[in-house]
């Protein structure tokens, strides 16, 4: 870990136990927050993938954020109080990619705290479509001692489930650093016999599911374009057919309109300027990004490139309260990220 990611992990403890966060709340908390998550498994599941998040971390962030004050609404209903912010706090919910954990797991869950949330339908989870390179790749490190990919002068031991998530972890992030390292992560998966395409509909939302998740009134449904690719390496024509293309058929399966879009990725490096405005143009009220910090008044101009905050197997109070004051933003401010602006 380099010095850049060593601060960047310590900065929610320092700012919890320091006091520190509290006065950068008042400047950078914002009216609310609006939460990303992907796949919610049992408690018991060994997982790789910062994207799996244990039905016990998002029970206790909900309890947590409760005994906090915070309100629970939809995205529609986070966005209107950006109008008239008020005294209260609040915290939208969302889900990305469309796993049947949601509906299984998550759903249940979020009944119980009457929270509404939105899922971001990737179609291509439903067909096979999708390039789920993310799931080849846990399977490819979950499936072998040692990980070797020469382009990337790459060589990673993952004996045991401890070197497993590093290794996942670390060319993780190599790809999100540089996305043309995928080619050569995803020619050592094929080279392996894993089909991405076979595990995402193993996981995915079926058709049938997907209308019993929209059937909640908790529960809006948004689309996370058809095959989840990296939209500012594709030509506008394409950009624009990934989007229109899983927003139909999501709507073919559900009878109705579906207005809300999370761009894949969703850092500088995958969308932009460009994505906003063709998200405009193809008619979607809201996008949203992973571009890091809290909502403000502000950003009832900025629909089409609205802030997140993960929530994932690691979070705790220090966590999630350096993510509700808006210590994110207030680095990005001092420090800048890269990787979240956009």
Avoid at 50 to 56: A, E, G, K, T, V
Avoid at 82 to 97: Q, S, Y
Avoid at 248 to 271: D, K, S, T
Wanted: with cysteine; proline share 5%; aromatic share 8%.
């Amino acid at each position: 870990m380099n010095a850049r990611a060593i601060l960047k992990s310590a900065v929610p403890l320092i700012a919890h136990y320091s006091g520190i966060g509290k006065a950068l709340a008042v400047r950078y908390r914002g009216s609310g927050v609006i939460f990303v998550l992907h796949s919610i498994i049992g408690n018991s599941v060994a997982y790789l993938e910062d994207l799996r998040c244990p039905i016990d971390v998002l029970e206790h962030t909900l309890s947590w954020l409760k005994r906090g004050g915070f309100a629970f609404v939809s995205l529609d209903q986070a966005l209107a109080r950006l109008a008239d912010p008020g005294d209260e706090r609040f915290c939208a919910f969302t889900f990305d990619d469309g796993y049947a954990d949601n509906l299984t797991h998550a759903l249940p869950l979020m009944e119980r705290f009457a929270a509404p949330f939105t899922v971001y339908v990737s179609s291509g989870m439903i067909t096979g479509e999708i390039d789920a390179w993310w799931l080849g790749l846990a399977a490819l490190i979950r499936t072998h001692d040692a990980i070797d990919i020469p382009e990337l002068d790459l060589r990673l031991d993952c004996a045991d489930h401890a070197g497993k998530r590093r290794a996942y972890l670390a060319v993780e992030a190599r790809i999100h650093a540089n996305y043309s390292a995928l080619g050569p992560v995803k020619a050592a998966i094929a080279a392996a016999g894993i089909d991405c395409g076979a595990l995402a509909r193993r996981e995915a939302l079926s058709a049938a599911q997907l209308r019993q998740l929209a059937a909640s009134p908790l529960v809006t449904i948004g689309t996370h374009t058809a095959r989840h690719i990296n939209l500012a390496r594709a030509p506008a024509h394409e950009v624009e057919r990934e989007m229109i293309t899983g927003r139909r058929a999501l709507e073919n399966i559900l009878g109705r309109e579906v207005v809300h879009f999370a761009y894949p990725f969703g850092n500088a490096r995958a969308c932009g300027p460009r994505e906003a405005q063709i998200a405009r143009d193809v008619g979607f009220r809201t996008a949203v990004t992973l571009r890091r910090g809290t909502l403000f008044p502000e950003h009832r101009d900025r629909l089409y490139a609205l802030p997140r905050e993960p929530l994932t197997g690691d979070d705790n109070p220090a966590t999630l309260q350096s993510k509700v004051a808006g210590v994110n933003r207030a680095l990005q401010s001092l420090f800048g990220d890269p990787v979240a602006r956009m």
